[in-house]
């Protein structure tokens, strides 16, 4: 592959600099496009077509399809989303196989010839309504399945799923995460309260705070209980980005931002994904390769990879962005529970410390 | 006019005269694009090759090479050159003062020495942006956004400091030299028309610029506001941007303020941007291929309509960009269908091109190739707006690659092929002489090609989840998988990097030795080619030549069928023949 980049651009630099020097001695070349120079190029137009056409078969169906986000989302919202962006997928393609053809098909087609003479078609009311009404037709269905969709997963405020309460508070450049703990309600927080352990800055006069429990490193979630997250940040902007449930928001320093999803597969579920299990695999042959060759220089091998959900920034935040993570376990409630009970809440951890 | 004497300076240098502007300029773009984009390269390849050493990044970045601070500082320093200072100023400054007075018949702009000082102010800031790039303090690194607070702490990044004072100063002065030429291309149109040059027999360029012109008056002033308020919450301590702060072990003062102010001010700019970018493009496009394909523009009403509605459109779809910051979800729902809206007059856009291809006896030159590429790219990229456009579906790919693919298709190559389309087809205007067509046919099928093979692949990376600005994937074997993509990207950039060394042979060499062009090299029907071939102060040296006709009679035909005079083009300036009809 390489060594065919290689020759064409070294067949490109030899024409140049041909050219080149031909331009220093001014031979002729002439301004109007010759019969053979517009047949040329209407086959080599159609040439790009097929480059174009090939480089995106083979990316949506071989080069590209292993790497995906697995097609099951994580999430019940994150279903709603996938199914919308199937639609809307689907629609991306026809209009860009079709309309790609028609560009460089007509290119190819219509390519100037000395007999030929061009038509005179300036206008039609006809072709100019149709291609108006066609779009605004498909925008509208696309539309509102759109903002059916976004109400659905924005819906932050219904108590009625029960949902539970957690705080994915960012710095630089680390996550940490708050249970609002029996009560189900968050205490109240500012970076002004932040002192030794209590690194969120939680009020710990604010009686809701009393029963708040923070994690780091890893956060767990329960299977098929909606959850509210609760978006903070000390710092600068960060963005609090769970891909496999299809789930991103913003952590805003001075104010709150509030996201909810439903955990729809267990971790261990969705390592038997047979999506997840193609991508591990892929992921670890190339992992198993990259560790030979650290082993031939006497540096220890990589750890396979093992498919786990996380959390992300997804906002530039400084120096540290690009390692900034915090894995997610999802589980059954009843599991939840017992992780959950087996954590310190902060208030514990606080009277320790003194 | 006046005909003093010119000297070296008055005629070079300091010169009122639209056309030296208009090269003043574009080389000027073109030094801009070459910095930017070989910053591009320079981080294709960490990304590509992270763990090889490069001597040409030693060499450029010191002995430690890229470290994620140099990364990010590369990545904002290649997004602000090339959205403002190249595909603003360089498309739009090249091209609105080369072709206003000259297509609508005017000896110059309406002021000269407005136009004089807007390109001074413009060559100003660029030279203050180059600097910032190589202080020590390292140049502005917060992503081209500048969102703060991490743009407005110094504590939060190396370069939030100096380079970031620096990268505000030249942006404050970069938009008064927008503003200037704005004013000037507005009055301009609409004031020093030649007789007969009625708003509806204007080429579609002219519209695209005046448009163009417009938006930019009414966006620009907005981010100059950002700018200044945040330069205040820098350096004066003010909170517009900041609140409740704890950074490297001690809460800031700043009580109140907001970053998402900050990101509405931008994006109230930076949506509209995106045109201001784009409409000049599109406008060449449509000039260009509607004299190479002989055949005059299809709709040429329904064009002008759909530059207006995108225009009017733009100015009130800014909160795309910010459909996770917490917004209402409302007003996340208004947004969302503004947004998709613009899709309608876009497609009329790329469909009416497709019509004017249609029958034509396309003269395949090296303009009318970059145009039909920049159609071709401009649908591509423009599709997967219905993606990032639909609230819902960004907030899966939102700051991801998927979102860079995006833009860099429709807005950054769409618009620099437009920009190559207009210099092979105006070079002659500028220069008086030819480019060398062979090396315009290499340079654009290896430009497409490679433009195609980094910006597809990109979109897989996106939808895996990779985020934009990440320095190094090396902390989430969830995307070890991604790197041969990322290889491939990187390879095809650094040959499209390379392939324009030949253009850029071919446009220096061409100035110079470049064969001497004939009046009307297209046979066009736009007023520029009714100038003398050696350009001279004042356009024309007699009369201003007087209008009858839109500028789109290509091939038409009398009663019977037969082309007029045997022609298959009728000048702007040729009266309404007996029998005819004005179209």
Known sequence: ?354 | MSHHKETFITKYIFSQDHKMIAKQYLITGIIMAVIGGFMSMLFRLQLGFPEQHFTIIEAFLGKEGMTPDKYMGLVTIHGTIMVFFVLTAGLSGTFSNLLIPLQIGSRDMASGFLNMISYWLFFLSSLIMVISIFIHAGMASAGWTVYPPLSALPQAMKGSGLGMDLWLVSMAIFIAASLLGSLNYIVTVLNLRTKGMKMTRLPLTIWAFLITAVIGLISFPVLLSAALLLLFDRSFGTSFYLSDIFIQGEVLHYQGGSPILFEHLFWFLGHPEVYIILLPALGITSEVISSNARKPIFGYRAMIGSIMAIAFLSTIVWGHHMFVTGMNPFLGSIFTFTTLLIAIPSAVKAFNYITTLWKGNLQLNPGMLFSIGMVSVFISGGLTGLVLGDSALDINVHDTMFVVAHFHLVMGVSALLGMFAGVYHWFPKMFGRMMNKTLGYIHFYLTIIAAYGVFFPMHFTGLAGLPRRYFSNAAFPLFDDLLPINQVITIFAIIGGFVQLIFLANFFISIFKGKKATQNPWRANTLEWTTPVEAIHGNWPGEIPTVYRWPYDYSKRDENGNLWEGKDYTPQTVPIRQGEEEF
Not at chain 1, 67 to 87: T, W, Y
Not at chain 1, 105 to 110: L, N, R, S
Not at chain 1, 128 to 138: A, C, G, H, S
Not at chain 1, 194 to 221: C, Q, R, S, W
Request: aromatic share 12%; hydrophobic share 45%.
């Open chain 1, 1 to 354: 592959m390489k060594a065919l980049f290689f020759i064409i651009l070294f067949t490109a630099i030899a024409a140049t600099a041909w050219q080149i020097v031909k331009l220093l001695g001014l031979t002729k070349n002439n301004q109007i496009v010759t019969k053979k120079e517009n047949n040329i190029n209407g086959w080599l137009m159609l040439g790009t077509m097929i480059f174009l056409y090939t480089l995106m078969i083979y990316y949506m169906f071989f080069g590209g399809r292993d790497v995906l986000l697995p097609r099951q989302a994580g999430s019940l919202e994150g279903e709603h989303i996938d199914n919308l962006f199937k639609m809307t997928l689907g629609l991306i393609l026809v209009v860009q196989f079709v309309t790609q053809f028609l560009v460089y098909y007509f290119t190819f087609k219509y390519r100037g010839n000395v007999d030929k003479k061009a038509a005179f078609f300036a206008d039609s009311h006809k072709l100019e309504l149709f291609w108006t009404i066609t779009p605004t037709v498909v925008l509208s269905a696309l539309i509102i399945y759109g903002l059916w969709t976004w109400s659905l997963v924005q819906d932050v405020t219904n108590k009625k799923d029960n949902p539970i309460y957690i705080e994915l508070y960012a710095k630089q450049f680390q996550w940490e995460a708050r249970y609002a703990g029996k009560d189900n309600v968050l205490g109240e927080a500012n970076v002004r309260n932040i002192k030794g352990m209590n690194t969120m800055g939680v009020d710990m006069n604010d009686p809701y705070a009393k029963d708040d429990i923070t994690v780091l490193h890893e956060f767990h979630l329960p299977k098929g209980r909606k959850v509210v997250f609760q978006m903070r940040s000390q710092d600068v902007l960060h963005s609090a980005y769970m891909p496999h449930f299809r789930a991103q928001m913003n952590c805003v320093p001075g104010s709150k931002t509030y996201m909810a999803y439903t955990p729809a597969l267990t971790t261990e579920e969705m390592r038997k994904n047979p999506d997840i299990i193609r991508k591990v695999n892929g992921i670890n042959k190339i992992r198993a390769e990259k560790s030979k060759e650290l082993v031939a220089k006497g540096e220890d091998p990589l750890e396979p990879y093992e498919f786990d959900y996380l959390l992300l920034c997804n906002k530039i935040c400084g120096a540290g962005h690009y390692n900034m993570q915090m894995k997610i376990v999802v589980e059954d409630e009843a599991d939840f529970n017992k992780w959950l009970a087996s954590k310190k809440t902060l208030a514990e951890k606080l009277n320790q410390n003194q």
